[in-house]
Each structure stands twice: as structure tokens, then as C-alpha cells.
């Protein structure tokens, strides 16, 4: 699904690529990416259109880079962001169980931004080191350790009253 920015405003995307004129775009492109991101929280589809069209690269190689490097965003930030770690040893304590319950309870799968955009869910499988406190959930930026079904059902508790 491709998110939309409707009347989004290309002015700062405009001036970040002017940045970038008479240069490499080629040798430039992660940097265009990166203050285009710096500019909205985000790589809105508009900005990568107008990328391809003012340097003549194809949208698909934009987005073959968009999508190799994890640091972008393809859709807005939520207001509350959670990543579950499923890595080894958190998988192993529970972290697929986890997965299943922020679904029901939120409605959303790995990769999706609820509609309100109060809720973004990501799951990663790569250890984010804190094995030693598996099962571990990170909610905007914090760590959150042992998290079982009544701890997690506390903290999205939280979100809510927030």
C-alpha cells in the first residue's frame, strides 16, 4: 500500500535538491534521501517523483535504496512506536505469543501505522542486545524487559491514558 501525502508541501523538498544540483546525483542520492527525511519525519512518495524527475534516476532505484537501508521511513511516523524484538532468545520467551496479542489488541501487523496514526508496530528479528532481558518490547525509544501478556496489556494501558 503506498501512503499519500495530500497537499503535502514540496517546498522544503525542493530546497533540499536544489542543494544538490550540478552534483553527482548518483554519489549524492543517500544524502538527498537522508535530508529529504530530515525535512518530514519521513520519505513521502512526492519527494521521491520529484527526486527522479529533477535528476533523471529511476523511482526504482530510488526505492531500491529506500528499502535496502532500514534508517528510512516509507510512511509518516505514529505518535507511539513499538518494536518487539524477536530475536533468539526473545522469540524463545515469548515474542511470537507477544506479536500475536499487539495484533488483537491493536489491529495492526509488523510494518503498519494504525489509521489514527496514534500506533506504528514493528517486529525485528535481529537481536537488539538486551537478551539477558528477553522478552524485550521497546516503546518510543524505551526499553521495556520480561514482558509477558499482563505487562504489555499495562503499558499499552499507558499509551492510552497518554
Not at 529511476?58 to 534508517?71: H, K, N, P, W
Not at 507511539?80 to 489491529?107: D, M, P, S, T, W
Not at 489509521?115 to 542486545?129: A, E, K, L
Request: aromatic fraction near 8%.
Amino acid at each position: 500500500m503506498t501512503v499519500r501525502s495530500e497537499g503535502l508541501d514540496l517546498s522544503k523538498a525542493e530546497a533540499v535538491l536544489a542543494l544538490y544540483i550540478g552534483r553527482d546525483p548518483y554519489e549524492d542520492l543517500l544524502n538527498m534521501l537522508t535530508d529529504i527525511q530530515r525535512e518530514y519525519g519521513w520519505v513521502p512518495p512526492e519527494a521521491v517523483r520529484l527526486l527522479s524527475e529533477r535528476f533523471g534516476i529511476a523511482e526504482s532505484q530510488v526505492y531500491g535504496v529506500l528499502t535496502f537501508y532500514s534508517d528510512f521511513r516509507l510512511r509518516p511516523s505514529a505518535e507511539h512506536n513499538l518494536v518487539l524484538c524477536e530475536g533468539v532468545a526473545c522469540y524463545f520467551k515469548g515474542a511470537g505469543r507477544l506479536r500475536c496479542l499487539i495484533g488483537q489488541r491493536l489491529g495492526l501487523r509488523s510494518g503498519e501505522v494504525s489509521p489514527d496514526g496514534r500506533y506504528s508496530f514493528v517486529r525485528t528479528n535481529f537481536c537488539i542486545g538486551a537478551c539477558h532481558l528477553a522478552p524485550v518490547l521497546e516503546i518510543d525509544g524505551t526499553l521495556h524487559p520480561e514482558v509477558d501478556e499482563d505487562r504489555m496489556d499495562a503499558l499499552l494501558r499507558a499509551l492510552e491514558e497518554r
